[in-house]
């Protein structure tokens, strides 16, 4: 779907929820999580030159005395090196909006991820965002937390639903453990929500 027709059909559906009572607006939940890109690593290309990551890791392997290098000569070599690849000197081509990010297994691998609000009170979705995988939690957090705010305005604003949703909505925003900042709750107290 493209992203004006999701941006008019969203809003609808979350109209209709309200109107058969499934949708409050009180207490969401917020959670991200990354998602598989439409690119590997391999496939990643320097931004000012072009050339492709395994040219560029062969050349590192040839300057460093390697006449022939191999896969299994250089990849090892590629571990150590303490800056591997950087989204600011590299892009995959196939999926520009995947990012090198790094993952809670320790892995990196490229990938865009989903920042989602969830009504906790029936459990329908209100916001859905993408953002870089790099990103933190904390970072990214504010765009959702204004969509989802959007979103629910709109809900409110219209007349066959204002008596279905909650009259202050986006009261409380429940979160993991990898949200928490002084800073982020500061902005969300300004706001009259509490965490």
Do not use: C
Not at 188 to 194: S, Y
């Amino acid at each position: 779907m493209e992203l004006e027709t999701h941006r008019e059909v969203f809003p609808w559906v979350l109209r209709v929820l309200a109107q058969k009572g499934l949708l409050r607006g009180k207490t969401i939940g917020l959670d991200a999580t990354t998602l598989a890109a439409k690119a590997a690593l391999r496939s990643i290309v320097r931004r000012d030159t072009g050339p492709r990551y395994e040219k560029y890791l062969t050349d590192l392997a040839k300057a460093s005395g390697l006449a022939t290098p191999r896969r299994q000569d250089w990849a090892p070599r590629d571990r150590k090196r303490p800056t591997k690849g950087s989204n600011a000197e590299r892009y995959p081509p196939h999926d520009p909006e995947a990012k090198i990010a790094k993952m809670k297994d320790g892995r990196t691998q490229l990938a865009p991820k989903a920042e989602q609000a969830v009504d906790l009170d029936p459990g329908a979705r209100v916001a859905v965002t993408r953002q870089e995988a790099n990103q933190g939690d904390t970072t990214t957090v504010y765009a959702t937390v204004a969509e989802t705010a959007d979103n629910l305005t709109q809900v409110r604003a219209d007349p066959e639903t204002t008596a279905h949703v909650a009259e202050k909505m986006l009261q409380e925003v429940v979160t993991d453990k990898g949200y928490p900042r002084k800073e982020t709750v500061n902005a969300w107290a300004e706001r009259d929500i509490r965490r």
